[in-house]
């Protein structure tokens, strides 16, 4: 069973930046497959960014060059790094764990997941 907790949103105007973190619980942290979701109000779930065990990122064309995420196996945690935000970027974001799975943009490939956290871009 993993636990994951998310903090660092906010609101925060276009153009400007935030980083997420997500702590999670457990001893093998470093041998999941770790993802960051969104979904803003009255959409669906979207993929954003996703790391598996080693190292290797995948990101969504739409945050591409602005977004990054980052690993720290020894503080159990990843974050993801959000620059030039956009209001469209608006949306709760959520961290999610695997240790298994194929397609790495797939939500219901993720078993574990945080309770989310808010980031409002205003114009």
């Known amino acids: 069973q993993v636990q994951l907790v998310e903090s660092g949103g906010g609101l925060v105007q276009a153009g400007g930046s935030l980083r997420l973190s997500c702590a999670a619980s457990?001893?093998?942290?470093?041998?999941?497959?770790m993802g960051w979701f969104r979904q803003a109000p009255g959409k669906e779930r979207e993929f954003v960014v996703g790391a598996w065990s080693s190292g290797n990122t995948y990101y969504a064309d739409s945050v591409k060059g602005r977004f990054t995420i980052s690993r720290d196996n020894t503080k159990n945690t990843v974050y993801l790094q959000m620059n030039s935000l956009k209001p469209e970027d608006t949306a709760d974001y959520y961290c999610a764990a695997r240790n298994s799975g194929t397609i790495i943009t797939d939500a219901r490939s993720y078993p574990y997941w945080g309770q989310g956290t808010q980031v409002t871009v205003s114009s």
């Open positions: 457990g001893r093998t942290f470093s041998s999941y497959t």
